[in-house]
């Protein structure tokens, strides 16, 4: 009989030891960039670049393919971040005069309403005084490359550092997961200012890609015919790169104030490297078409480089992650407020609701959750990133999140994400895009600007992937075009934009207008 009760507490023991623990609430990293594309991303099959540090993420957890965003700008799209709401709810539309109001509901309140300990690291660009974080250490408004100020949550004045602002936000990301609570779960976004322009990387990193040619893009001498909007762009390599500002070419050894910035040996290092190309370039006196294209060159150098510098310090995170023992119970996430462009229709920046702007790169690795190496054809967006986070972490999603959980979609609850993507920029007179909004299928994209340029776009994705040809008005999309309008319509509703609601019924029986 004791033989009989020892072996049942010996199995009873057993049966402790093998009953899987109780999940804990994620952790939760976001990562975020500035104006980085997917063209620059490996893991999307980028030929140009390698970006091993954030392809870990794409690897150890799903690659989005069809990740867009509401509102190709910065600010607005952290705003879309934390709100879970488009543009038009949350109040923030436009870098140029919105201000972000910090009281409104954002999902980080509910995650420290639960306990979870919440910080931002970087840059921000929604004001100077966030709420909803236990802990930020934020760029005022862009910030600069190399000795960069901080407002530190706490502190009046602005902490000037030293160095490279890549490095300093991960550093900056690291001393708070040092000094955080390790027995209460945490959120902490890392916004780094790579790669903004005027792309500078870190100074050792600056020859990396200075014996690279990279090959034009097909469309590069793109004339935008039947494409109005396209047509009055101020974005283009050729008119509007400035030599200096943007390529570093300055009449002098001044330079612009993220070199004014620097200390002595900072811009020693800087100048040795510019200064040989700016006067190979004075004798090669290059024009016309050999002149854009070595400026093509220059600025993909730069901006590739910059990249770099930044895929380094992502690097640093996840391993900060696995050597802390917190890799297994903690989300990581990767995108970038927007998509831009890299040469595609002869452009840089973002704005226009074309794909190499209104995609994002966006990856997530959830261990447990999410198989290793899954690739996700779903069509989501920056405002799911919100209510997804939620739903991790066991939260009630509140009803007026105009986003959606992803984690049905990838989990295999549902089929499939959405079918329908609405998209509204609102900028007036930047780069000289004219505001607009529009929908998108997995096949067709309506596009209706207005204010400056009035005009209807469609596009057939699938005969069509570089938006070079917009058969709206054609005879043989007619039928297209009218359920695509009935569509964007329907979204218009659905999200209450009633401004553009009422821009939509102004020309609704004049499917062809097309006029400036």
């Given amino acids: ?51 091993p540090n ?37 109040g923030f539309r436009r870098n140029t005069d919105s201000k972000f109001n910090p009281g409104q509901d954002q999902f980080v309140k509910h995650l420290q309403a639960a306990g979870y300990q919440t910080a931002w690291i970087g840059k921000y660009h929604l004001g100077e005084n966030p709420q909803g974080l236990d802990y930020y250490e934020i760029l005022p408004g862009q910030g600069f490359y190399f000795n960069p100020d901080f407002i530190v949550k706490g502190k009046a004045e602005r902490v000037r ?32 200012k790579a790669t903004h322009r005027t792309w500078m990387p870190d100074l050792k990193d600056m020859d990396m890609y200075s014996d690279v040619t990279f090959p034009i893009p097909d469309n590069f001498y793109d004339n935008y015919e039947g494409r109005l909007a396209a047509m009055e762009n101020d974005m283009s390599v050729d008119k509007t790169m400035i030599m200096g500002y943007d390529l570093k ?4 050894e001044v330079g612009d104030n993220n070199v004014k910035r620097m200390t002595d040996e900072q811009k020693k ?13 004075k004798a090669s006196n290059l024009s ?32 900060y992650l696995k050597e802390n023992g917190l890799e297994e119970n903690t989300i990581v996430i ?55 986070l939620l739903d991790a972490a066991g939260l009630a999603i509140p009803e007026d999140l105009q986003g959606e959980s992803m984690l049905p979609v990838l989990t295999g609850k549902v089929e499939k994400g959405r079918e329908v993507l609405y998209y509204h920029y609102y900028e007036v007179g930047e780069h000289n895009v004219s505001p607009h909004f529009g929908v998108k299928t997995d096949r067709y994209k309506i596009i209706r600007y207005y204010n400056q340029v ?30 695509m309008k009935t569509k964007l319509l329907e979204a218009i509703k659905k999200y209450e934009d009633t401004e553009a609601e009422e821009i939509f019924h102004q020309d609704i029986s004049n499917p062809t207008i097309n006029k400036k």
């Fill in 454 to 483: 009035e005009s209807w776009e469609l596009f057939d994705l699938e005969k069509d992937p570089s938006e070079m040809n917009n058969v709206s008005g054609e005879e043989a999309y007619q039928e297209v075009e009218k359920e």
């Fill in 269 to 281: 290092a800087f100048f040795d490297h510019y200064a040989p190309i700016r006067e190979e370039l």
């Fill in 161 to 192: 550092k030293e160095g490279y602002v890549s490095d300093l936000v991960e550093d900056a990301a690291e001393n708070w997961l040092d000094s955080r609570d390790p027995e209460k779960p945490f959120c902490v976004v890392i916004g780094h």
């Fill in 334 to 388: 990767y995108t970038s407020d927007q998509g831009f462009y890299l040469g595609e229709h002869g452009w840089f920046d973002k704005r226009f609701m074309y794909e190499e702007s209104f995609s994002t790169p966006m990856m997530m690795k959830y261990p447990g959750v999410i198989a290793p190496g899954t690739k996700s054809e779903a069509m989501v967006m920056n405002l799911d990133i919100a209510p997804t």
């Fill in 1 to 51: 009989m004791f033989r009989n009760i020892i072996w049942g507490f010996i199995a009873l023991a057993a049966f402790s030891c093998s009953k899987p623990k109780e999940q804990k609430q994620p952790n939760i990293v976001i990562i975020i960039s500035d104006d980085h594309t997917r063209q620059a991303i490996s893991a999307y099959g980028s030929t140009i670049t390698e970006t």
């Fill in 54 to 90: 954030i392809d870990r993420i794409a690897d150890e957890g799903v690659l989005f393919n069809n990740a867009y965003v509401t509102n190709s700008i910065c600010g607005p799209s952290r705003a879309v971040l934390l709100t879970g709401k488009y543009s038009h709810v949350n």
């Fill in 249 to 252: 070419m300055f009449p002098d």
């Fill in 288 to 319: 016309g078409k050999e002149l854009v294209e070595w400026k093509y060159q220059q600025y993909m150098r730069d901006y590739l480089a910059t990249a770099a510098s930044m895929d380094r310090n992502i690097g640093r995170t996840l391993d």
